[in-house]
């Protein structure tokens, strides 16, 4: 009866704490040891070679030396990363964004399933495109490799697998230093959420 009772309450424990595992405990990538993968992670991919982009390439670390990176990662027929998409890109036509100091990446989930073109048709174009998004969009592969931040070693790890495996939308706040600091998961835009994930660091400062 007392095993019982003490299987019942470490199944109540984990079940609790399983929406605060860090994103390496959710590796699930065959032989894959989930401990070898460091908490400071960058990561290159290719863009969609817009001008909004850029550069053809894409360097996580790079762009972190400006600042923390908000991910979005989105899906071409996942209605709310156009949602969210469209949410954000109006707080920067409304001039909400001018005095942070984030960059704003959008990150193709789905590249094994939706090709580029159709990433491009929903999301790359000013002109044409429903959800237009005025700032990078990356194209990783099943086969993009996660680094380690430090040594820029490989980590054997996928992106995907390295951070988590999200699911579409999702958004993750990447420390200065390759750390995921920060993570939502709600399907619909909220303006509360992104507003939190935007200021995660300096409510951190507030309160130490």
Not at 63 to 70: K, R
Not at 126 to 151: G, L, R
Not at 171 to 187: D, E, F, H, R
């Amino acid at each position: 009866m007392l095993r019982s009772s003490t299987f019942l309450a470490v199944s109540v424990i984990l079940m609790f704490l399983s929406g605060c595992v860090q994103s390496n405990s959710l590796v699930d990538n065959g032989d894959e040891d989930p401990e070898q993968i460091p908490f400071e992670l960058t990561f290159s991919a290719d863009t969609l070679d817009r001008a909004e982009d850029t550069d053809k390439r894409f360097d996580l670390k790079d762009e972190l030396s400006n600042g923390p990176v908000m991910l979005l990662w989105i899906g071409a027929g996942c209605t709310g990363c156009h949602d969210w998409t469209d949410m954000i890109r109006q707080k920067m036509l409304n001039g909400e964004l001018d005095d942070s100091n984030y960059t704003i990446v959008s990150v193709h989930r789905w590249g094994e399933f939706e090709s580029t073109d159709e990433l491009h048709e929903v999301f790359g174009n000013a002109e044409q495109s429903d959800h237009y998004t005025p700032w990078k969009i990356v194209t990783p592969s099943q086969s993009t490799e996660a680094y380690d931040f430090n040594s820029e070693k490989s980590t054997g790890a996928s992106i995907y697998s390295a951070y988590g495996n999200p699911g579409t939308p999702t958004l993750q706040v990447i420390a200065p230093n390759g750390v995921l600091a920060w993570q939502s998961k709600t399907y619909w835009a909220n303006e509360t959420v992104f507003d939190d994930g935007i200021n995660f660091f300096q409510q951190q400062v507030n309160q130490e």
